[in-house]
């Protein structure tokens, strides 16, 4: 064997490092559907870097760790809704990925979490403790805006207790200010001729 070749062999393996999107690319592909947060498996393949059919066949064999509350197929009507709002025909979303004809598959935050079991690639792991960690900012930045609204509607309901008292202080401010009380008045004083 030659020192060339030896070299070659004695050599490591180039190292892949894993790197987890930004927040941008994950908060902009979850969707509302049925009334929770969820992510399309066509996006969650995209960034853990495998093919949807990868995805959904891992799932598949692992129906059993998904249950209802953390992953479901969309209907017919639900998936041409979600087409309506990425702006494409039917034609280019179904010719993306092998043109498959299936139905997608939406994960909520839990489902998420599951698909970390099933996918076991370095970035697969990454990318699911990131997309955790936006799920849980997303919750915070939402409870921190309900207790701001709770406390508007609290200052503005004690507000509008007040709004005829403020008027009442107004009205009798008006009055002593305007012209026609200072001509109905009195003169002030001892006068003798009313004694």
């Known amino acids: 064997m030659s020192t060339a070749n030896a070299t070659l062999l004695q050599e490591p393996p180039a190292s892949y490092t894993a790197v987890a999107p930004p927040d941008a690319a994950i908060t902009g ?5 049925r009334g929770q947060k969820v992510m399309l498996d066509r996006d969650l393949a995209e960034l853990y870097g495998v093919e949807t059919k990868h995805l959904k066949r891992q799932v598949r064999r692992n129906i059993n760790r998904f249950p209802e509350d953390f992953m479901f ?3 017919a009507a639900e998936w041409a809704a ?3 709002q990425f702006g494409t025909s039917n034609e280019q979303i179904l010719s993306e990925r092998g043109g498959s004809r299936v139905l997608p598959m939406a994960f909520t935050e839990q489902g998420v979490a599951m698909l970390s079991s099933v996918l076991n690639s370095e970035q697969a792991i990454l990318v699911n403790i990131h997309i955790i960690r936006v799920f849980s900012r997303m ?5 921190s805006h309900r207790e701001v609204l709770q406390k508007l509607e609290q200052l503005e309901g004690r507000l509008s207790g007040h709004d005829e008292e403020i008027q009442a202080i107004f009205d009798h401010l008006t009055e002593l200010v305007s012209p026609a009380a200072d001509q109905q008045r009195k003169p002030i004083g001892f006068k003798p001729t009313e004694a």
């Open 29 to 33: 592909r979850i969707h509302l559907i």
């Open 73 to 75: 197929e969309l209907t």
């Open 82 to 84: 979600l087409r309506c």
């Open 139 to 143: 919750r915070e930045v939402l409870l």
